[in-house]
């Protein structure tokens, strides 16, 4: 009888986030809704808002959860009640809108309360949690973490969710929304390409020859202790007298200002993890493996190809998913120099004090992170099984 008393404090992680959401839940507005885009909203309750009774179902499920045995039934029980949580969350606020909208005025704006964001957020750790427990699989976490995002996006996809506040700004920006994605998709990859073509022969060289490798990371080290901003401004002067001097390079889109600036910053900063990881990659394939590469009368290039990159190749793309979230962040600071993407929203957002706006650059930038971050440790895990 005692152990079962004592059972929530056996998983304490899922106890400490159960009682946050509740809290959450209990203690923070669900929605937010105001007259019309520039005035402050009015904080809705729990249980101001149709439906929020239903988000108590799955909550009592996630505490009478916290007395199962523990083991993976408890485990997957956990993860159902976090991801019911989490779709019942999303879908309560779009139906809670579409009713004020036809209630209210046409102007009126529903938007997501802090309760809401908190509750959601919290739920997707309790489902982390949960499915490592379940799984010490890879492969398996990482789809079992994207397919919680399926509710979400049908429910994104058939309009359930059009009433709320950060859909009518989409709805009022798709151009300058579409614009924005494809111009960070171009930063992305003119970061990559060139990082790629420098970080890699740089990383193999410094790698065969240790007594470099002192001076490259000392100077690499040197460029990340520079702010971003402050990078950016100090590629504006040279640039612009450049530009000024070789018309030619200015007909190419070379200026202070813009793209290429913003090219230059973010290779610099993508340099040290790539070449980072190429270089621990080598350093940790095993002498044995070389020395039975040359037995069998292989080249440098050989033995390269065959016995070291497969056995690198794990700790460069996880050196690469690093470079890649990395890049996909700092571009939203390159629109302070006019590079454009999703940072311009944000900004945009900010200087209007308008939070849904901001919402609204923030949120694609951070999807587009985790799907990268996600495909990389697929990828990697992918290649360490089949090497294995």
């Not at 779709?87 to 579409?98: K, Q, V």
């Not at 009022?172 to 960070?184: I, L």
Request: with cysteine.
């Amino acid at each position: 009888m005692l152990s079962r008393i004592n059972r929530p404090r056996q998983q304490p992680v899922l106890l400490v986030l159960t009682l946050l959401i509740t809290l959450a839940l209990g203690a923070l507005p669900l929605l937010s809704y105001a007259a019309n885009r520039l005035v402050s909203g009015q904080p809705l309750m729990l249980w101001q808002v149709t439906a929020g009774w239903l988000l108590l179902l799955p909550l009592l499920w996630l505490w009478l959860g916290l007395w199962w045995p523990p083991g993976r039934g408890a485990a997957l029980a956990q993860l159902l009640g976090a991801e019911l949580l989490f779709a019942l969350l999303i879908g309560i606020g779009g139906h809670a809108a579409s009713e004020l909208a036809r209630s209210g005025s046409p102007l009126a704006r529903t938007a997501l309360g802090s309760g809401l964001w908190c509750a959601a957020g919290l739920a997707l750790l309790l489902a982390a949690e949960a499915i490592r427990q379940l799984s010490q699989q890879t492969p398996l976490r990482i789809l079992l973490n994207l397919q919680l995002w399926l509710p979400p996006l049908i429910l994104l996809l058939s309009g359930q969710l059009d009433a709320l506040s950060l859909l009518k700004e989409y709805s009022n920006r798709t151009a300058v929304f579409n614009a924005a994605f494809s111009q960070h998709l171009l930063l992305l990859g003119g970061t990559l390409l060139p990082t790629l073509l420098i970080g890699l022969p740089l990383g193999l060289a410094i790698a065969r020859r240790t007594r470099w490798q002192h001076a490259a990371f000392s100077v690499l080290n040197l460029i990340q202790t520079v702010p971003s901003v402050a990078l950016f401004g100090l590629l504006i002067a040279p640039l612009a007298g450049l530009a000024a001097h070789f018309p030619q390079l200015a007909r190419l889109g070379i200026s202070g200002i813009g793209v290429a600036p913003a090219l230059i910053a973010l290779v610099l900063y993508a340099l040290l993890p790539l070449v980072r990881s190429v270089v621990a990659g080598l350093q940790q394939v095993p002498q044995e493996v070389r020395e039975t590469a040359r037995s069998m009368g292989m080249s440098s290039w050989q033995q390269f190809w065959h016995a070291e990159l497969p056995l690198a190749l794990p700790v460069w793309l996880s050196g690469l998913r690093v470079v890649v979230v990395q890049t996909v962040g700092l571009a939203v600071v390159a629109a302070l120099i006019g590079a454009g993407g999703f940072g311009a929203i944000v900004f945009q957002g900010l200087l209007s004090s308008a939070l849904d706006l901001v919402l609204l650059g923030v949120i694609p930038v951070v999807a587009l992170a985790v799907i990268f971050d996600a495909l990389l440790r697929l990828l990697s895990a992918l290649l360490e099984r089949g090497h294995d």
